[in-house]
């Protein structure tokens, strides 16, 4: 297999080293834009190098972000090379182009790196989907917020404190909004959905709270009542359709997610037939997620391709319903007085993500104990 790779940065360089070190695999070129010298492969500065080559069949992208992602993603497939990527924005948001058009094309896509690290979520995803119904998905899947919440939980660090060294780390994105707003948790929940249910789902339906502006004083609330906030995702199958949401959650002290520490990811499928399923493991990092990255290549050469077949557009609905911990400008009914915040009454979750959009300075929590 001959490589071109897109990216020297956290994850690529990582591919490159493990790749260095296997017989089935070489990089012929690394497209970055720092002066770099290499020894193994050749540094370019234009995809049109990468993309031109005839002996180059597989392209693997660890760039991030959308552009010129995309636009080196859909060349590259309709050039007829098979595309590896770590990049959950880019899949995400353009799932209902680049899966069928590696489709259309007769390459191969694989993305498993992009939710979990390097955990073989998406890859078991794609076994499990053959034997049975997926019920359910989702959990801990961002290794940024994990490792906040866990220090302000476990070492009594603020915000500020703990999010300055995940970022000095390698976890966060390079934009770490991305991360703390859950927008890199939304993105992967949506992707095992897609992958799970056989559909695509319309990203708007599906609502998102991060956990940006946690203060000392609800982790405090939090473990006066035996409670502990993960940053979590939910997709699930409902009568005729799909609930999904992402946000900040309650859960008991105790629990698996509870125990989740540093940038750790705990995701969990509910299987039919299988019951539940739960993956552990580096959710971020360089070797961790260019692991899978390579697991990826592996499978290419073996002729494997994207996970699922590629299914219609969906919309999520949320019209269950739990009660939220809400600091800051809730005036309707409440059960519950934790310091400066409230225990709503039971409200849905389409309403308080909606009341959120209205009230952007509440941080809000479901409570799902
Ligand atoms: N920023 C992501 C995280 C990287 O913290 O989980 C891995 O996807």
Redesign the pocket.
């Known amino acids: 297999m001959k490589i071109g790779l897109l990216g020297f940065g956290v994850v690529g360089r990582g591919v490159y080293e493990i790749a260095a070190s296997r017989e089935d695999m070489q990089v012929r070129k690394v497209l970055c834009l720092e002066d770099i010298s290499l020894s193994d492969a050749e540094a370019v500065k234009d995809f049109a190098e990468i993309l031109n080559d005839n002996d180059i069949d597989t392209v693997v992208e660890a760039m991030g972000g959308l552009h010129p992602s995309h636009e080196f993603a859909v060349a590259a497939l309709k050039a007829g090379k098979n595309y590896v990527t770590?990049n959950?924005a880019l899949v995400c948001t353009y799932y209902d182009e680049l899966v069928p058009l590696a489709e259309q094309m007769g390459v191969k896509l694989r993305c498993t790196?992009?939710?979990?690290?390097g955990i073989g979520w998406l890859s078991e995803l794609e076994r499990s989907r053959r034997a049975q119904t997926i019920e359910q998905v989702g959990g801990i899947?961002?290794?940024?917020?994990?490792?906040i919440l866990d220090h302000m939980t476990r070492l009594g660090m603020d915000y500020a404190q703990a999010l300055k060294q995940?970022q000095s780390l390698g976890?966060?994105?390079a934009n770490?909004a991305?991360?703390v707003e859950g927008i890199?948790?939304w993105h992967?929940l949506i992707l095992s959905a897609n992958v799970a249910f056989g559909v695509t789902f319309d990203k708007e339906s599906i609502p998102v709270a991060g956990i940006a502006g946690i203060t000392a004083e609800d982790v405090a609330n939090f473990a006066a009542h035996g409670l502990v906030c993960k940053l979590m995702s939910k997709a699930r199958r409902t009568d005729g359709g799909f609930d999904a949401y992402v946000q900040p959650t309650l859960v008991p002290q105790g629990s698996p997610e509870a125990a989740v520490p540093l940038?750790y990811?705990l995701i969990t499928f509910l299987g039919k037939t299988s019951e539940r399923m739960s993956f552990y493991g580096q959710?971020?990092?360089r070797y961790p997620?260019a692991y899978n990255v390579v697991e990826d290549l592996i499978d290419v050469a073996a002729g494997k391709g994207f996970y699922a077949p590629y299914g219609p557009v969906t919309k999520a609905g949320n019209a269950q319903t739990m009660r939220y911990y809400v600091r800051g400008g809730w005036t309707e009914p409440a059960e519950e007085v934790w310091g400066s915040a409230v225990i709503t009454a039971p409200v849905s979750v389409a309403r308080m993500h909606a009341w959120r959009k209205a009230n952007p300075q509440a941080f809000i929590a479901g409570v799902e104990a």
């Open positions: 770590s959950k790196a992009a939710v979990g690290g899947m961002n290794g940024t917020c994990n490792y995940a976890y966060a994105e770490p991305t991360d890199d948790t992967k940038n990811n959710g971020a990092g997620t």
